[in-house]
């Protein structure tokens, strides 16, 4: 079973992401900050990890640059209100995330990516 680490503050986004990934079969795991991202990335061992840019204590860009620093094949997709600026995506891509979805979004859309990234 693939595992799938959520790292997200806004619970209502979190809860959603994670019914939906464990209606798929995905074991995962949800963190609400960056640190606790940071700590569950090492102790959980993901095959996927799914992070909002804009996070409590550490922003998504730290929790990228420990996991690609860490475990560099760890596929990472970014989750990210459309307000937020385009540099701060361009340097989540330059760090090698995998996919990024902006909010809202539906949660179907992002099954079907994490399916095709973990294929």
Do not use: W
Request: proline residues 6%; glycine residues 6%; contains cysteine.
């Amino acid at each position: 079973m693939k595992k799938i680490l959520i790292i997200e503050d806004d619970l209502l986004i979190s809860s959603l992401v994670q019914f939906r990934l464990k209606k798929d079969g995905y074991e995962t795991h949800l963190v609400c900050d960056g640190n606790e991202g940071i700590k569950a990335i090492d102790e959980f061992l993901p095959d996927l990890i799914i992070t909002d840019v804009m996070m409590p204590f550490r922003s998504g860009i730290e929790i990228i640059h420990h996991s690609k620093k860490t475990h560099p094949d760890t596929p990472i997709i970014v989750l990210s209100s459309l307000g937020e600026e385009e540099e701060v995506v361009l340097e989540a891509f330059n760090l090698g995330v995998a996919d990024f979805i902006p909010k809202p979004f539906n949660p179907n859309e992002l099954a079907i990516r994490v399916k095709r990234i973990l294929k």
